[in-house]
């Protein structure tokens, strides 16, 4: 975020555009990524009595 806060001394609109970039970035990283991905494959399914209560 330190982009996106660097662009702050160009202008609102720069911060703006550089927050939704590093934004989008961190969140593919996060959430699209292959290590994820396999992580999730491996996940045994929960019960039904796990899903009632959450545990």
Do not use: C, H, K, Y
């Amino acid at each position: 975020f330190a982009l996106a806060a660097a662009a702050w001394l160009i202008g609102a609109e720069a911060l703006i555009v550089g927050s939704v970039i590093v934004t989008v970035i961190v969140g593919r990283r996060e959430f699209a990524s292959q290590s994820r991905r396999i992580l999730l494959s491996n996940m045994p399914e929960l019960s039904e009595d796990a899903r009632r209560t959450g545990t």
